[in-house]
């Protein structure tokens, strides 16, 4: 139904993104998102990602694809590793876990609060790409 399209709703709260795909199966739209990664892990991260594109599908489905399809409850990040590609199955959290995200960034970013990364493996850091920008890399 879609591949690398941006969507994006007002309702209930402003929230937009560019979902790698969307399929209609039984009748539901299901969500995908792929990730590369060394290994096949999926993170909290991921899950509130599929859950935001399913929020605002729920809402715009009719806008963006032409029927109001309603959005499957389980999502699917592909996860692309050395050792091939694989589907996982994870549950989708609901539009008010969403919001209530939504609210709880916008509070921290009204107090000037600021993302304190933690270095995951000394290696991993000094061979980043992004270490020059990041407060976690200029200390090693």
Known sequence: ?????DIETDVPVPMHGRVDQVFLAGGWLVVVDTKRRAAARVYLKDVIQLSVYAAILSRQSQTVLGSNWPVASEGYVRLVTPQGVTYTAVR???SSV???LWNRYWILKGQGAKARPKIPA????KACVKRTGCP???RL
């Open 122 to 125: 000394a290696g991993v850091c």
């Open 1 to 5: 139904m879609l591949s690398e399209r």
């Open 98 to 100: 969403i919001i209530s």
């Open 92 to 94: 989708l959290l609901p």
């Open 136 to 138: 976690v890399g200029q």
